[in-house]
């Protein structure tokens, strides 16, 4: 009880202290790994060498290869082009271009990231949000809903965020099975959260001021070029690595060898192949790595495995109630400790209770429930505080944790819900 008590400590600790300067959201979690690697070493439960094996190097390649393709596509001039043209696309409608911005999120988070998205995405979406005229209150409103959407995009694919990296990647879940079982699921969540979004600012433009706008945005658009030496290649390499996880379905080829390849290639065919060597995200494989830490540290106190018998007693052999259990168990803790460090900690006991559901479920379970903690409050997800500190060096705007709360709870009660509905449906028609 004491090893709990102390791990859990540090990591809360952790994740509060980055919540609160997210800019140094590296030494922070180091510092905390370091505490937690001398008191696991002293008191036995923890020794070096079992934390060196709870860090996983295929999850951390998959992720740094996906981030080189975000840094390419981002520097071409594409993304910006993107969030342009849906501007003038929805002709300066602030809640269209609420929508059109939550759905390009979802659907770039789901194959490059949604860390990496927000980081590209956000500063530019904040440009064309301020440039239709948004406010302070509706743009803090909007940035919650993007990182919620991020969030959705993220858990709709085995490669958009580092949890489902790491349920796939630990189970050996192919590519496809993800996509058929959470992409409907996410997507449906995503329609749910855009009408929660959509009732938070019903401010429009007079017609005149939107005309006005979208000729001024246009403007900025046709001044905007798009380097094709940089897209070409990167678009290339990324379908070849998309529809080699489609394949790896039926040969045995690990997902982090194709992700490392293409990146590899798609880095030797650009310009100057040097720059972009140094713009692999070392800093984020390191933060990782700390997660893992403290993941393994959670289970090697035994209390996550203690916590999986007493479900499955609990649920007394129910597939409902047991699936409901997962995903109320994964999305408190998420909302509490955050998803990367929940996710690892509880791959271990839902691998206990994995036979008492049918194929996969018990994952699509997790990672569903993990998905609906980590939009609560802006301390359930890196991406919350990221977004935060975005929002503020751009425009001096801060978004509170009050305001991720007004519309986060909200998300994550109808996540929750509507994820239940959904496994159950799936078990009744024979999943």
């Known amino acids: 009880m004491i090893d709990l008590s102390v791990v859990l400590a540090l990591v809360g600790g952790a994740t509060l202290a980055i919540a609160v300067l997210p800019s140094r959201k590296e030494p922070i979690a180091l510092l905390a790994a370091a505490g937690i690697l001398v008191f696991g070493q002293l008191r036995g439960f923890f020794p070096a060498d079992r934390a060196l094996q709870s860090i996983s190097m295929p999850v951390i390649l998959i992720l740094l290869s996906i981030g080189v393709f975000a840094e390419v596509f981002s520097e071409s001039g594409l993304f910006e082009r993107l969030c342009r043209a849906f501007a003038i696309r929805v002709g300066g409608s602030r809640r269209a271009l609420v929508l059109a911005f939550l759905a390009l999120t979802f659907f770039l988070s789901a194959f490059l990231n949604n860390l990496t998205c927000l980081y590209v995405l956000l500063p530019l979406m904040i440009g064309a949000m301020q440039a239709v005229g948004m406010g302070p209150l509706p743009l803090r409103r909007t940035t919650v809903a993007i990182v919620i959407a ?6 709709s694919t085995m490669i958009g965020d580092f949890p489902n990296i790491l349920i796939a990647r630990s189970q050996s879940i192919p590519f496809l099975a993800f996509l058929g079982w959470m992409f409907p699921a996410c997507l449906l969540l995503l329609g749910g959260l855009a009408v929660l979004a959509r009732a938070r600012d019903r401010s429009e433009p007079a017609p005149l001021e939107r005309g006005l706008l979208v000729a001024m945005i246009r403007q900025q658009a046709a001044a905007l070029p798009v380097d094709r030496r940089l897209l070409i290649p990167a678009v290339a390499m990324f379908g070849i690595l998309i529809g080699g996880l489609i394949l790896t379905s039926w040969w045995p080829f690990p997902p982090e060898v194709l992700a490392l390849a293409c990146a590899a290639v798609c880095i030797w065919a650009l310009p100057r192949p040097q720059h972009w060597l140094t713009r692999v995200d070392v800093q984020s494989a390191l933060f990782i790595s700390c997660l893992f830490l403290f ?6 106190t035994g209390a996550l495995d203690l916590a999986a018998r007493g479900v499955v007693h609990a649920t007394q052999g129910s597939p409902y109630l047991l699936s409901a259990a997962v995903i109320g168990l994964a999305c408190l803790l998420t909302a509490v400790f955050s998803a990367g460090p929940t996710t690892a900690a ?17 994952w699509w379970c997790l990672s569903l429930g993990v998905l609906a903690g980590s939009s609560a409050t802006l301390l359930s997800a890196t991406a919350g505080p990221v977004a935060v500190n975005i929002v503020k060096a751009r425009t001096g705007v801060e978004v509170t944790f009050g305001d991720f709360l007004r519309l986060g709870w909200k998300a994550a009660t109808f996540f929750a819900l509507a994820s239940i509905l959904y496994i159950w449906l799936r078990l009744s028609a024979g999943f």
């Not at 991020?150 to 858990?155: H, I, K, P, R, V």
């Open 295 to 300: 993941a393994g540290a959670i289970q090697a």
């Open 150 to 155: 991020s969030n959705l995009g993220g858990a």
């Open 346 to 362: 509880l791959i271990p006991a839902a691998a206990a209770m994995k036979d008492q559901l049918p194929g996969h479920m018990i």
